[in-house]
């Protein structure tokens, strides 16, 4: 089972607030990875990471911005909440190591912006 | 056109019977191809991977690719209540990175 764990699994708020979705491993990876996944819908890279204190952005653009000063810690932040923001948030991780490209992921965190 | 096309079902069949989830991609130069099965309420997970053409199997799952036609399968026999879940294929990009295209996943409900 992979160890990786996001926190809250499920938030709801109001327009406007500041959030932080946690995304912290134990593995070790090096590579982290920010995804959205809204219902029936592809996974949308939004940020990735090599390693620490390397960040870019990904394929969908997306108003949140993300750190990683440590190794198993790749938080995610929205400034000012807005309704659009409302989706599925996957954070995932994964070795320079394997040869399959395999991405552990967490169980996501369900946020609703009212 | 999406790099990967994925059927999104949902595909309900009874217990026991042989399922076939089918991606089609764009790009020839993908040579990596990937199924992930993510129950709900859950993240994905690595069910299957496969390298160029050909078949693989495990267990009562079967990952093929055909290369000539761009088209990847995955086949479940004895299909069970418990195989019930979202099936994403996926493929890295090819630029060698470690990003990963995902199809928009089928849906799968196997009845008991």
Redesign the interface.
């Known amino acids: 089972e ?1 160890d ?1 764990y996001q926190t809250p699994r499920y938030l709801v708020i109001g327009t406007g607030k500041k959030i932080t979705l946690e995304c912290s491993q134990t593995m070790g990876h090096d ?1 982290m ?1 920010w995804y959205q996944q809204d219902p ?4 949308h ?1 939004i940020h ?1 990471s090599y390693g620490v204190n390397s960040t870019e952005k ?2 969908l653009s997306s108003e949140s911005t993300v750190s990683r000063i440590r190794t198993e810690h790749f938080p995610l932040t929205l400034e000012s909440a807005r309704p659009s923001h409302t989706s599925q948030y ?1 954070c ?1 991780s ?1 070795d ?1 190591d394997s040869v ?9 965190t369900r946020l609703t912006v009212t | 056109q ?1 790099e ?1 096309e ?1 059927d ?1 079902g949902p595909l309900s069949v009874p217990e026991g019977a042989i399922v076939s989830l089918n991606c089609t991609y764009s790009n020839s130069a993908f040579q ?1 191809f ?1 199924w992930y099965r993510q129950y709900s ?6 069910l299957m ?1 496969t390298y160029s053409s050909g078949n693989k199997e495990d267990g009562r799952f079967t990952a093929q690719v055909d290369k000539s036609s761009k088209y990847i399968s995955l086949f479940i026999r004895d299909s069970q209540p418990s195989d019930s879940a979202t099936y ?1 294929c996926a493929t ?1 990009r090819g630029d060698s990175s ?3 295209i ?4 089928t849906r799968l409900l196997v009845r008991p």
């Open positions: 992979a990786i590579k990875y029936g819908m592809e996974l890279l990735y990904g394929d996957l995932a994964s320079r399959v490209y395999e991405q552990y992921f967490g169980p996501g | 999406k990967v994925q999104p990596y990937m309420r859950k993240g994905p997970e690595l991977y994403l890295p470690y990003k990963l995902f199809g928009s996943g």
